[in-house]
């Protein structure tokens, strides 16, 4: 619709005039260093280079916070939120590939920074309000962007001391962060992606030559990290893992852990004096060590899954838990079960388990590993081990079980 001149300047209008209004420019003699014309002489840079390493990162990072989040919702389900507890390793599945596909992200945001680099120095630095507001936000993306990676690499690095943080949380929240300003830059850069990527669009040989070397470098590079550290998540692949944080193999009992008896402060539990309380409908229910191994035992093989993404498999033998619930006087299909640690203190020292996973047959309280009483570190006398679940929520050195029925 062609709008008549005389027409009065509707106040959107006068906003979308006013952001662009181009800005005066910064004196010509402040145009020194890198922001001189010419800086960045390399013509293997291009649009259409940088928009197939965007397309690239944007998928990744989508990968990266479909599956973290989902890792978050499982940890802190809100009431809407149900996880299952088949099949057993799915959990191993996508926390596996959200820490390869971090991992893989690495040379891939290099390379695109290294794309845009020149554009850090354009003339003039800020040409309109609108043009200030996309750089701001592009500041964003890449701080961001560059906290994800550098926090999730010194996380399953154990490296916890340059992060005067709790990981998780400053992960989680700067995830949301860095998706929004993604979202946003890719909305204001879809015109210029589409024209870069449409077919038939010239290309000098030489720039085209350098593209293809430059995508298949860092397409390689993105995949010999993701062979020498998938192992610890891959079992086939545990060979190959030179680079692996974990190796999942290494550890008491063939197994590693994360948290030891002697760290968590319950390394002298006397399995004599033990006594495991399970809380329910009928009241509590004290059971030494002798009364557990008493009960009908069972065994279940299940992977223990880190949070961190490498995973291990474990032959555990016990209690079901549904069994525990039902001596309480429960009903193991309609019970939520609090368990909690003979840890003192510590984020992780209790869990809920939901009734999928009460009433599941391999949820145990595991008195056995490969056919031997638990190692301290893996939670003598008694631990949680359950299907699907993260190595977090496997409660270790089990103090006491509460039975609370859902309606
Ligand atoms: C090198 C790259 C990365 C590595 C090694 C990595 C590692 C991790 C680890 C170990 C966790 C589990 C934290 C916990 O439960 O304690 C996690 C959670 C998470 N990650 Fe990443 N991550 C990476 C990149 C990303 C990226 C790029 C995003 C999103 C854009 C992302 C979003 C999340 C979210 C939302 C969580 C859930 C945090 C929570 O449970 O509260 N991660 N990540």
């Given at each position: 619709?062609?709008?008549?001149?005389?027409?009065?300047?509707?106040?959107?209008?006068?906003?979308?005039?006013?952001?662009?209004?181009?800005l005066?420019a910064p004196p010509e003699r402040l145009r020194r260093g890198p922001l001189r014309p010419g800086s960045f002489p390399s013509g293997s840079r291009s649009a259409r280079l940088t928009?197939?390493l965007?397309?690239?990162?944007?998928?990744?990072?989508?990968?990266?916070?479909?599956?973290?989040?989902?890792?978050?919702?499982?940890?802190?389900?809100?009431?809407?939120?149900?996880?299952?507890?088949?099949?057993?390793?799915?959990?191993?599945?996508?926390?596996?590939?959200?820490?390869?596909?971090?991992?893989?992200?690495?040379?891939?945001?290099g390379a695109k920074l290294w794309s845009v680099f020149p554009r850090l120095f354009t003339w003039p630095p800020v040409r309109?309000?609108?043009h200030a507001?996309e750089r701001?936000?592009i500041a964003?993306?890449v701080?961001?962007?560059?906290?994800?990676?550098?926090?999730?690499?010194?996380?399953?690095?154990?490296?916890?001391?340059?992060?005067?943080?709790?990981?998780?949380?400053?992960?989680?929240?700067?995830?949301?962060?860095?998706?929004?300003?993604?979202?946003?830059?890719?909305?204001?850069?879809?015109?210029v992606?589409?024209?870069a990527?449409?077919?038939?669009?010239?290309?000098l040989?030489p720039v085209?030559?350098d593209r293809?070397?430059l995508?298949?470098?860092?397409?390689?590079?993105?995949?010999?990290?993701?062979?020498?550290?998938?192992?610890?998540?891959?079992?086939?692949?545990?060979?190959?893992?030179?680079?692996?944080?974990?190796?999942?193999?290494?550890?008491?009992?063939?197994?590693?852990?994360?948290?030891?008896?002697?760290?968590?402060?319950?390394?002298?539990?006397?399995?004599?004096?033990?006594?495991?309380?399970?809380?329910?409908?009928?009241?509590?229910?004290?059971?030494?060590?002798?009364?557990?191994?008493?009960?009908?035992?069972?065994?279940?093989?299940?992977?223990?899954?880190?949070?961190?993404?490498?995973?291990?498999?474990?032959?555990?033998?016990?209690?079901?838990?549904?069994?525990?619930?039902?001596?309480?006087?429960?009903?193991?299909?309609?019970?939520?079960?609090?368990?909690?640690?003979?840890?003192?203190?510590?984020?992780?020292?209790?869990?809920?388990?939901?009734?999928?996973?009460?009433?599941?047959?391999?949820?145990?309280?595991?008195?056995?590993?490969?056919?031997?009483?638990?190692?301290?570190?893996?939670?003598?006398?008694?631990?949680?081990?359950?299907?699907?679940?993260?190595?977090?929520?496997?409660?270790?050195?089990?103090?006491?079980?509460?039975?609370?029925?859902?309606?």
């Open positions: 619709m062609v709008r008549h001149p005389d027409a009065p300047v509707t106040a959107p209008r006068r906003l979308v005039r006013w952001l662009s209004a181009p005066p928009s197939q965007g397309l690239a990162l944007a998928v990744a990072f989508g990968i990266c916070f479909g599956t973290g989040l989902l890792s978050h919702l499982i940890q802190h389900p809100p009431g809407w939120f149900w996880w299952p507890a088949r099949p057993v390793g799915l959990y191993r599945v996508t926390q596996g590939l959200h820490v390869a596909t971090g991992l893989a992200s690495v040379p891939l945001l309109s309000i609108a507001a701001a936000g964003v993306l701080a961001a962007s560059l906290f994800q990676l550098v926090s999730g690499v010194l996380n399953v690095a154990h490296w916890y001391a340059p992060m005067p943080f709790f990981f998780t949380s400053g992960h989680y929240w700067v995830a949301w962060l860095t998706v929004g300003a993604l979202l946003v830059h890719v909305g204001v850069q879809l015109p992606v589409r024209d990527l449409r077919r038939g669009v010239p290309e040989r085209r030559a293809r070397r995508l298949a470098g860092v397409g390689a590079a993105a995949g010999l990290i993701t062979l020498t550290t998938i192992g610890q998540t891959v079992r086939p692949l545990s060979g190959l893992a030179v680079f692996a944080p974990r190796r999942p193999t290494t550890g008491p009992q063939g197994l590693p852990v994360n948290k030891t008896a002697v760290a968590a402060g319950v390394a002298a539990t006397d399995g004599d004096a033990y006594r495991l309380t399970v809380i329910g409908p009928a009241g509590p229910v004290e059971l030494d060590l002798a009364a557990l191994n008493a009960m009908p035992q069972h065994t279940a093989d299940l992977p223990i899954t880190c949070v961190e993404g490498w995973s291990a498999d474990g032959s555990w033998s016990g209690v079901r838990l549904a069994d525990l619930v039902r001596l309480a006087g429960g009903d193991p299909h309609r019970a939520t079960v609090l368990v909690e640690s003979l840890e003192r203190g510590g984020r992780y020292r209790t869990s809920t388990v939901a009734a999928p996973h009460t009433r599941d047959p391999s949820t145990l309280l595991a008195l056995r590993l490969h056919g031997e009483p638990l190692h301290p570190d893996h939670g003598y006398p008694a631990r949680l081990i359950a299907p699907n679940r993260p190595g977090v929520l496997q409660t270790k050195w089990v103090a006491r079980i509460t039975v609370r029925e859902e309606a």
